[in-house]
C-alpha cells in the first residue's frame, strides 16, 4: 500500500508542482480502450483494459502521466483486477539529443507484482545520419519476491517517399531476471530474454499504420516506461497492427495484436488475441 500511495504521490506532484502544468505550450489527452482474449488460457478468459494519458511540452520539457485499469475474467472464484500509475519527464539537451525518466507502480489485488515499481530513463540521438536516429533505454522493475532489469536499443530510419513518409525501427530487448528468493511465481521462466524487434510505420496525408513484430520476452516495459507487462506471461512471439486518421487536432486509431505465450506457473501455452480503439486530442 505504501508503494501505490508513493505513486500517487509522485504522479499528482509532476502535475501540480511542475511550472508546465501553467505555462503555455501544447497539451495532449488520450483515452482508450481494449480487449483481450486468452485462448487456451489455464486460468483467464478474457480481460478488458482503459487507459487515460496526459502530456504537456513547454520549451525543450515535456511532462507525462497516466492511468491504467484492467480487469481480467479468472476461472477461479475471484477475478484479477489491476491499477497503474505512471509519471515521466523528458527535457531536449540539445535539438539531438532527448532525455527522459519514468516511473510506474502498480497495484494488484492478487499476484505478488502488487505494489510492484518499475524505473526507467530512456536516451534519443537524432545526430548520427540524416533521417536517423538511436535510442536506448533501461528499466528496473522492483517486485517483492523478484526484480527484472532490462536494456533496450535500437535505430529508427525515417524515409520520405513521393506522398508519404515511410519509418523503420528494428532493434532488441534484453530482460534479466533476478530470482535469488526463488519465486514460484516465476520458476518457469528463463533467467534472461533476447527479443528482436521490428516496426514499420507509414503516413500518407492525415492516414497513418504501424506493423510490429517482436521476439520471446517476459515482464517488458514498453512505451518508454508507460507500459509493462507484469503478470507471469511468457511472449513467444507478436504481431500488432495499427492504423488511424488525423481530423485536425483529434486523432482516432484502431490496433489489433496476436501473441503467442506461455504462462509460467503452470507452463501452459496459449494464444492471445487483443482489439484497441484509442483517440487523442491535442489543444
Do not use: C
Request: aromatic share 12%.
Amino acid at each position: 500500500m505504501m508503494k501505490k500511495r508513493s505513486g500517487h504521490l509522485l504522479f499528482f506532484s509532476l502535475f501540480l508542482l511542475s511550472p508546465l502544468a501553467f505555462g503555455s505550450g501544447e497539451f495532449g489527452v488520450q483515452v482508450g480502450s481494449l480487449y483481450k482474449n486468452y485462448n487456451g488460457s489455464a486460468e483467464k478468459s478474457s480481460a478488458r483494459e482503459g487507459s487515460l494519458l496526459i502530456d504537456r511540452s513547454f520549451d525543450r520539457w515535456r511532462l507525462g502521466g497516466g492511468y491504467q485499469r484492467a480487469s481480467i475474467d479468472r476461472f477461479a472464484p475471484r477475478d484479477l483486477r489491476v491499477e497503474k500509475y505512471h509519471a515521466d519527464v523528458g527535457f531536449s539537451l540539445t535539438p539531438d539529443i532527448d532525455w527522459g525518466l519514468s516511473y510506474l507502480v502498480i497495484d494488484d489485488n492478487l499476484a505478488p507484482t502488487d505494489g510492484g515499481q518499475v524505473y526507467g530513463t530512456t536516451f534519443l540521438y537524432r545526430g548520427l545520419v540524416p533521417n536517423t536516429a538511436v535510442k536506448a533505454g533501461y528499466h528496473y522493475s522492483d517486485y517483492d519476491d523478484f526484480s527484472v532489469s532490462q536494456i533496450k536499443a535500437g535505430i529508427i530510419r525515417g524515409i520520405p517517399l513521393e506522398g508519404m513518409r515511410l519509418s523503420i525501427a528494428v532493434g532488441a530487448g534484453y530482460q534479466r531476471l533476478d530470482n535469488d528468493g526463488k519465486s514460484v511465481y516465476i520458476a518457469n521462466a528463463r533467467d534472461y530474454y533476447l527479443a528482436p524487434y521490428l516496426k514499420i510505420g507509414v503516413r500518407r496525408g492525415s492516414w497513418h499504420g504501424t506493423l510490429g513484430l517482436a521476439g520471446r520476452r517476459a515482464f517488458e516495459v514498453a512505451a518508454d516506461g508507460r507500459r509493462v507487462s507484469h503478470h507471469a506471461m511468457e511472449f513467444r512471439r507478436s504481431v500488432a497492427l495499427q492504423a488511424g486518421r488525423r481530423f485536425g487536432p483529434l486523432d482516432i486509431r484502431l490496433g489489433l495484436s496476436h501473441h503467442e505465450a506461455k504462462e509460467l506457473p503452470q507452463s501452459n501455452g496459449l494464444q492471445i488475441n487483443t482489439v484497441g480503439l484509442s483517440a487523442e486530442y491535442h489543444f
